[in-house]
């Protein structure tokens, strides 16, 4: 399925107050091409760092398991790109000013699969190989795809530390059950591993299919979380036409 959107389409302004009491107006846009690369390097900054599950697997900590994860998002990118929003200080300008967050899902229509895309790859790491099993085990279960075979798929959600607490990731999910809408995709989904992406979710709608445990995933990939854990959540939202 190929999916065309209007490049640098505003869904969203926000007017927030920053930890300095400044006001700041945030602007919720697609993703200019003239910004990939400072996008890719917000997700490899902040997503393996911050996010539950790539933090367990420590990518981050290991200079050449970080180089192998960019070299696999930027094929991801080329051969099936990503429908990215950004959310950044509005400047003025066309393209934005300081990159404050990114919202990232895929769109799914069963065409291929996560098993044959990692197969063009050798995968070096440990940490990577993990990485992998981890996409695999957490793909959407046959029952939930075989209902909504046109759906769309969150595939991660950062926000920059100096705009943390205002709200992003709450407009980022609204924006996602927007963008499903607009192209007449009937079901949007994603495996919630934070609390705060949770609770977003449940304010925007979005409802409960099943809780994952983080113990499940280690018995079956090897990746080892922090004690105490909280369960994550698979949660969807059906989208009226």
């Not at 793909?139 to 991660?156: C, I, S, V």
């Not at 919630?192 to 995933?217: C, H």
């Amino acid at each position: 399925m190929v999916i065309t959107s209007s490049i640098r389409k505003v869904w969203s302004r926000l007017e927030r107050k920053k930890k300095d009491g400044s006001t700041v107006i945030l602007r919720f846009q697609e993703l200019p091409p003239e910004r990939t690369k400072e996008a890719m390097d917000l997700i490899i900054k902040y997503i393996l760092r911050d996010e539950v599950i790539h933090r367990a697997i420590g990518i981050y900590k290991n200079a050449e398991a970080t180089l192998e994860y960019r070299t696999v998002m930027n094929k991801m990118f080329e051969l099936n790109p990503p429908h990215i929003t950004i959310c950044c200080v509005d400047d003025g300008s066309e393209l934005g000013g300081e990159l404050a967050g990114i919202s990232k899902i895929a769109f799914k229509d069963e065409s291929g699969s996560c098993a044959d895309f990692f197969k063009l790859f050798k995968i070096n790491t440990k940490e990577m190989e993990k990485f992998v099993k981890a996409v695999l085990v957490l793909e959407n279960p046959k029952d939930l795809k075989e209902k909504y075979p046109r759906h769309t798929f969150g595939k991660g959600i950062a926000v920059h530390p100096d705009y943390r607490g205002m709200g992003i990731a709450t407009e980022f999910i609204r924006i996602r059950n927007l963008i499903c809408k607009e192209h007449n995709v009937p079901m949007s989904t994603s495996l919630m591993t934070a609390i705060g992406s949770q609770r977003a979710a449940e304010a925007n709608g979005w409802k409960l299919f099943e809780i994952v445990y983080p113990k499940d995933i280690s018995v079956k990939t090897g990746i080892e979380f922090e004690e105490g854990t909280p369960p994550f959540k698979r949660m969807y939202n059906v989208h009226d036409k």
